[in-house]
């Protein structure tokens, strides 16, 4: 769809706007890689029971430990905090043990910041609970 008005309602549109905030087009290869992924999980439904098992497997090992997260089944997994500070120590934490776990810092205003953890088909149960473990260090459960 389309909304059609003057050059201000337009931007307080964009500004305000959820939809606009923090979002950009994707690349063709992002889209390309998507489109192949969605025919990879077709053909391979095991593949999409595997990864929503991960996330599973990984949700519930944050939330024992305390972590504040965003409820449901979702591969992508975001640990949320309050303070960019503390997000930041534990990305950077997380670099030195050989995790790689993005700090999300939108250049809108929000109420909190977030490390997001991405399950894949392919992690295996060792690689979790590594990721678990690392964490659990971190929070010195």
């Known amino acids: 769809g389309f909304i059609s008005g003057n050059r201000e309602l337009i931007t307080s549109i964009r500004e305000g706007s959820a939809m606009y905030q923090a979002s950009t087009s994707l690349p063709p290869p992002v889209v390309a890689a998507g489109l192949a992924s969605v025919k990879i999980m077709k053909e391979h439904p095991?593949?999409?029971?595997?990864?929503?098992?991960?996330?599973?497997?990984?949700?519930?090992?944050?939330?024992?430990?305390?972590?504040?997260?965003?409820?449901?089944?979702?591969?992508?997994?975001?640990?949320?905090?309050?303070?960019?500070?503390?997000?930041?120590?534990?990305?950077?934490?997380?670099?030195?043990?050989?995790?790689?776990?993005?700090?999300i810092s939108y250049p809108v205003e929000m109420d909190g910041f977030m490390i997001r953890i991405t399950a894949s088909a392919n992690h295996t149960g060792e690689q979790i609970s590594e990721l678990l473990d690392v964490l659990k260090k971190w929070t010195g459960f």
Do not use: Q, W
Not at 68 to 89: E, K, M, Q, V
């Open 46 to 103: 095991e593949l999409r029971e595997r990864v929503f098992k991960n996330a599973k497997h990984i949700r519930a090992g944050i939330l024992v430990l305390g972590f504040d997260t965003i409820a449901g089944d979702a591969p992508i997994i975001p640990l949320l905090f309050r303070a960019y500070a503390n997000a930041a120590r534990l990305s950077e934490f997380m670099k030195k043990n050989n995790i790689i776990v993005p700090l």
